[in-house]
């Protein structure tokens, strides 16, 4: 299985840009050493799998998709690449993604392109992009992700695979390069629900080294996704979000997302599921208020990059002090959209400012929780699109970041209130996937696998 897709990336990547680190000798290796032992223990072993590049790994180069980490070979790996490991799969290789998760198409890579297996010319999404052409192109049979706004569930969407964000804090986010903690999230993807489930339950759990994990068992996803695929969903009450793809929703969508949309809903009636429009006025803020926050934490967290401990120095040839070397290393090593959101986010935390923009948005995420929570009380899940388009030709949005943004309308909510969301198949639009966004309370992820194979 490792040597197959070995070769179909050899075959494949050079067009597809799905990697950008294979690790083919060491695949291979360790492929023959869990033959020679045997695969008893787990269901997971001498299985491939691919790793967003935002994972550290160690002895393995690992750049988050930016020039300023070119070089880099982490001394240790993060808890969920240890725990893949442990499990027995085989490190395929890391894989493309938007520089330091900053984007919805993998355009912002500081390295190359990646294309949509389903159209080449077109963007797999993002900032998971490489993960999702790796599954979807058959580079990879799942991968890993991050999502802090969406990076996981659009380019699964627009892939035409499962993708899921897990509750905040029951994936462990030790080891992975930190874009906006609170909001940070690593999960799967895959091609089924129950491949999904299966690598979901690999890597969750309490990790001691994260202090932002939850203290409670491995929610159990894999039963969820088999009684799921039964097809029954009676007694489920399921909220269509009026304000996500529902009655009142605003521009932007695909006429073609909404009639498939429309089609999944109706799908879930006939699976026996009690089907009710549910209004979430605070979730249209969502996009102001992520675009706030995530930038913030962001310019705390990449003040890390100085061109000391990591990846590239420039300059330092004797004739400069180090607040020039740190300078030159920032310019040349972050690229523009990291720098946009660098300048964003120490702006909106500065002083005079911080009450009328960071605050606010924080307030904003409140209210965004307690919509949550308030539609919560009357139903188990909430539905909408995952994203309001289809996959874009490479190039439309890269001069217009604020139609970039666009494309997260649909997943800010869970994010910023740290629910679970699966995106799963739902049709094709236009010969592109369209994806079912489901959302569920904290911890109740189970609910996500369960609805998502019911429909797949
Ligand atoms: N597209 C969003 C952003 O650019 C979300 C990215 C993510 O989830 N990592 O911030």
Redesign the pocket.
């Known amino acids: 299985v490792t040597r197959a897709h070995l070769d179909r990336i050899a075959t494949e990547d050079g067009d597809l840009g799905a990697y950008l680190h294979v690790t083919a000798d060491a695949a291979l290796q360790r492929a023959g050493e869990i033959d020679a032992a045997g695969t008893a223990g787990t269901g997971l072993a001498g299985i491939p799998v691919a790793l967003k590049d935002v994972f550290v790994t160690e002895g393995v180069p690992t750049t988050s998709g930016s020039r300023i980490l070119e070089g880099w070979r982490p001394p240790y790996s993060a808890t969920v690449a240890s725990r893949l490991h442990d499990a027995g799969t085989v490190l395929l290789g890391k894989t493309n993604m938007?520089e330091f998760?900053?984007?919805?198409s993998t355009e912002n890579s500081a390295y190359r392109v990646t294309r949509n297996p389903w159209d080449r010319d077109r963007i797999p999404g993002?900032?998971?992009g490489g993960s999702s052409a790796a599954v979807a192109g058959r580079l990879a049979p799942f991968a890993l992700g991050?999502?802090?706004?969406?990076?996981?569930r659009?380019p699964a969407a627009v892939t035409g695979l499962v993708g899921h964000k897990p509750t905040y804090g029951s994936v462990s986010r030790y080891g992975l390069i930190a874009?906006?903690s609170s909001?940070?999230q690593a999960g799967p993807m895959a091609r089924t629900v129950m491949d999904a489930a299966l690598l979901h339950e690999a890597i969750g759990g309490h990790d001691p080294r994260d202090s932002t994990s939850i203290d409670t068992r491995v929610l159990a996803v894999v039963e969820a996704a088999r009684r799921g695929a039964g097809g029954d969903l009676s007694g489920l009450r399921v909220g269509v979000v009026r304000e996500l793809g529902g009655e009142g929703a605003g521009e932007g969508y695909d006429t073609g997302v909404l009639e498939r949309f429309a089609e999944a809903v109706a799908l879930l009636e006939a699976a026996g599921a009690d089907v009710r429009e549910v209004s979430c006025p605070a979730f249209d803020l969502a996009l102001p208020a992520?675009?706030l926050i995530?930038p913030s934490e962001a310019s705390s967290n990449l003040a890390r990059f100085e061109g000391m401990r990591f990846g590239i120095r420039v300059g330092d040839d004797g004739s400069r002090d180090i607040d020039e070397v740190m300078a030159l290393t920032r310019e040349q090593g972050f690229g523009p959209?990291v720098k946009r959101?660098i300048i964003l986010g120490t702006y909106a935390l500065s002083a005079g400012y911080y009450d009328a923009y960071y605050g606010q948005a924080q307030k904003v995420r409140t209210l965004i929780s307690r919509d949550f929570s308030a539609a919560f009380d009357g139903v188990d899940v909430l539905v909408s699109p995952t994203s309001p388009t289809v996959a874009w030709p490479i190039g439309a949005r890269v001069d217009d970041p604020l139609a970039?943004?666009a494309?997260?309308l649909c997943?800010?909510p869970a994010?910023l209130a740290g629910v679970p969301a699966i995106s799963v198949p739902c049709g094709l639009s236009e010969g592109l996937p369209v994806g079912l966004q489901v959302m569920a309370p904290a911890l109740a992820d189970d609910r996500c696998y369960r609805v998502a194979a019911a429909v797949e």
């Not at 998760?101 to 919805?104: E, K």
């Not at 991050?146 to 996981?152: K, N």
């Open positions: 938007d998760a900053m984007g919805s993002g900032s998971s991050t999502d802090t706004g969406g990076s996981i659009q874009f906006s909001l940070d992520y675009y995530a959209e959101r970039m943004y494309a997260d997943t800010l994010s």
